[in-house]
Nanobody
């Protein structure tokens, strides 16, 4: 069983920064790890992903240049550094372990519980 636990969400002013963490535990073949977000009434959408095999990083257009994903395998942790935050970034953020094709289209197999990010003056 794989468990993912997110942390680091909170309230920040527009233009501010937050760093989300996703700690992965349990039986863990090297999964690609993705960050997703879901606003109320909307579907969950991919924000960023990092490949386990080669460290390649992927970003949604809406966050390119502002968010940075990274991974510390010694700590089994994936980070999402979020800069120049905007009110429209406000929502729940989830990390997931991706099976199959991983960042190239693999389905999430395990989810964390989510962490709330609120960007407001």
């Amino acid at each position: 069983q794989v468990q993912l636990v997110e942390s680091g969400g909170g309230l920040v002013q527009p233009g501010g920064s937050l760093r989300l963490s996703c700690v992965v535990s349990g039986f863990t073949p090297d999964y690609d790890i993705g960050w997703f977000r879901q606003a109320p009434g909307n579907e969950r959408k991919g924000v960023s992903c990092i490949s386990s095999s080669d460290g390649r990083k992927y970003y949604a257009d809406s966050v390119k240049g502002r968010f940075t994903i990274s991974r510390d395998k010694t700590k089994n942790t994936v980070y999402l550094e979020m800069n120049r935050l905007k009110p429209e970034d406000t929502t729940l953020y989830y990390c997931a372990a991706l099976g199959g094709l991983g960042c190239s289209g693999g389905a999430p197999e395990y989810w964390g519980q989510g962490t709330q990010v609120t960007v407001s003056p």
